[in-house]
DNA sequence: TTCCGACAGTGGGGTCGCAAT
DNA sequence: ATTGCGACCCCACTATCGGAA
């Protein structure tokens, strides 16, 4: 298949809004497509690369060459070129990746130019991604969709996955089966605001458990050896001895938990996240790198045990399994309860441990992996601040022509200016975006650009972060974490502003 | 030789609008 | 009315390369 195919069957995607209809041009595609490239089809289709990453990004993709006038460019040809790219290391590296990309691109058209380049800066902007591509597999390959998903909770990549039902049909998706030592999509939780909305939402006695801002973790144990991957399904063994070390002591050597590792302080606090992520991160000297910050492992999931697959029983069944085989200190601290009031109690306590929050647990619903299924219920606390707009950038795609993301400052009293703490885009509305763009044109100060306006420091919003965290980017040396805008506060002048003093308390 | 900027990639994430159910 | 999905981006960190000091 030539990748002109897919470059117009994604622009006829991108053209339709309904759901239905996208799913119509992916699938009509598949139906076309090579059994030998078909993995490759479902990747780039799904805004994937079947090479995950290959080295090239946003400024690599700046000056494309002159494009050609006909297409020529097969999907394999296009693979297999960014296997070259991927494969060059060391030094001259960079040199020899510009130079095959701009081969590359100077041998498609402008079009495939565009969809290439899209996909590589992994904003392909179709409207179809992995949820509507599963769909568009199950039409193609004429299965049902839940075959295709079962199979993709189990693989976890959808070309793979994709692949095996059109060559190979509902028998081939069967094939899939939990195996110790690959990856499994891990099961997602949807949010709510306290622990009582989230037992009325499950709606009956559940688990309530701490929730650790540290990283996710996967932890396969086949005989003697252990594997352990992170939400994305990288393989992390490395990283993390103290977690293998963890597993190889137990007493089952067959083994698939789900868990979380985190850096706690000799007081058993947590560190802040940061602190965990980069121990995560580290490869280059883990063993000193364990000495100066420890991490330490909570499991709360099982998903086989000693040859018994667990994924489909309930959750209160699977937990059984792994208080079995998991000393209680590996164990995530959790309360089964139907009581919204010592269920609330149990996160006040979660949060005076250091703790971000609970997770609310269904004790019935299977491992749903990948969909941000109903059974689990993750509950934060959220702080408010009311903070001056100081800037703000031009959105893009629907957002093209609003100014959408902006520049958060809080006030500081010494100075009488305001300090930068972050920027957000989040809680805006259609209408609200219409009426801040207006509104802050108004208030521009100096050149409208194409990237951003800077403001007088007038407007006031009220912003909900989760948090606020050390940086090195912001002047205050602080940013929000996960800031959202929840109103404009109108009714306020800058001089009411929130102080960066309040500010400075929230971060220990 | 060492330092540092730029870039890519990955960790953590929330909320909106639309289509479909 | 509810649900699922994609789009829209955030900040922090590490690794790497390659040029400057």
Known sequence: MLLIDLARTSTAVAADSARLAKIRHLAESLTRVEPDEAEIAIAYLSGELPQRAVGVGWAGLRDPPEPRLAATATLRQVDDFLDRIKAQTGPGSQAARKALLTELFGALTRQEQVFLSRLLRGELRQGALNGVMIEAVAKAAEVPVAEVRRALTLRGRLPAVGAAALNGGVEALRAFRLEVGRPVSPMLAQSAASVSAALARIGGPAAVEWKLDGVRVQAHRSGETVTVFTRTLDDVTAQ????????????????????????????????????????????????????????????????????DDLLDLPG????????????????????????????????????????????????????TAGRRGAGWIKVKPRHTLDLVVLAAEWGHGRRQGRLFNLHLGARD???????????????????LLAWQTERLLVLAEGPVDHWAVTVRPELVVEVAFDGVQRSSRYPGGMALRFARVLRYRTDKDAGQADTVDTVRALMF
Do not use: C, W
């Open 240 to 307: 993390v001895p103290e977690l293998v070390e963890a597993v190889g002591a137990l007493p089952s050597r067959d083994l698939v938990l789900d868990g979380e590792v985190i850096a706690l302080r000799p007081d058993d606090r947590p560190e802040p996240f940061q602190i965990t992520s980069g121990r995560v991160s580290n490869r280059t000297d883990v063993a000193r790198a364990r000495e100066k910050t420890p991490l330490t492992t909570f499991f709360f999931d099982a998903l086989r045990v000693d040859g």
């Open 316 to 367: 209160e069944v699977r937990h059984e399994a792994l208080a079995k085989v998991v000393p209680a200190e590996l164990v995530t601290p959790r309360l089964v309860t139907g009581d919204a009031a010592s269920g609330e109690a149990f996160f006040k306590n979660a949060l005076r441990g250091g703790h971000e929050g609970v997770v609310v647990k269904s004790l019935l619903t299977p491992y």
């Open 413 to 431: 009293p010494l100075t009488g200016g305001f300090v930068m703490l972050g920027k957000t885009f989040k809680g805006l509305t259609d209408e």
